[in-house]
C-alpha cells in the first residue's frame, strides 16, 4: 500500500462523517443515523483503496458495504433487526467461499519476509 493511499483514509473518513451530519441535521431521511451508515461504507471502500485486493479486503470490504445497505433498511422499515443479522451471516458465509478462489491472492502482510529457509 502506498503512502498517497494511506493518506486517503483520513480525509476520506471526514468528509463522509460530514455529510452524515449534514444529512441529518438537514432532515433528509432522519429516521437514518446517516454517520454510522456512511461510515460503514466508507470503511468498505477504504478496505480496498488501503489493502487492495485479496482474500481479507474481499471479505471486510463487501461486509461493510451490505452492512450499510442492510442499516438503510432496517433503518426505514424495509427489514428487521430479525432479518438483518441472518442475512449478514449468510453475506459472510458466502465472501469466506468467494476469498477461497485461488485467483484472489493472499495479503501481502501474510506473506514470509524474511529468506526462504532450505530442506537440508
Given at each position: ?5 494511506k493518506?486517503l483514509?483520513i480525509?476520506?473518513?471526514i ?5 452524515g451530519w449534514l444529512l441529518?441535521v438537514?432532515?433528509?431521511?432522519p429516521?437514518?443515523n ?8 466508507s ?5 480496498f ?15 461493510f458495504?451490505?452492512s450499510?445497505?442492510?442499516s ?18 449468510i453475506?459472510i458465509?458466502v465472501?469466506l ?8 491472492p493472499p495479503?501481502?502482510?501474510l506473506?514470509?519476509v524474511?529468506?526462504?529457509l532450505s530442506?537440508?
Open positions: 500500500m502506498s503512502d498517497s493511499n493518506s483514509a480525509p476520506i473518513l468528509i463522509t462523517v460530514g455529510v441529518t438537514q432532515g433528509i431521511a429516521q437514518i446517516w454517520i454510522w451508515t456512511l461510515g460503514m461504507a470503511i468498505g471502500v477504504l478496505c483503496v488501503l489493502l487492495g485486493f485479496d482474500k481479507v479486503s474481499v471479505v471486510v470490504g463487501p461486509l458495504l451490505v450499510s445497505i442492510l438503510v433498511l432496517r433503518q426505514t422499515g424495509f427489514i428487521t433487526i430479525d432479518s438483518e443479522v441472518p442475512i449478514l451471516v453475506i458465509g465472501l467461499l468467494v476469498a477461497r478462489m485461488p485467483k484472489i495479503p501481502k502482510w506473506s514470509p524474511g529468506p526462504k530442506d537440508d
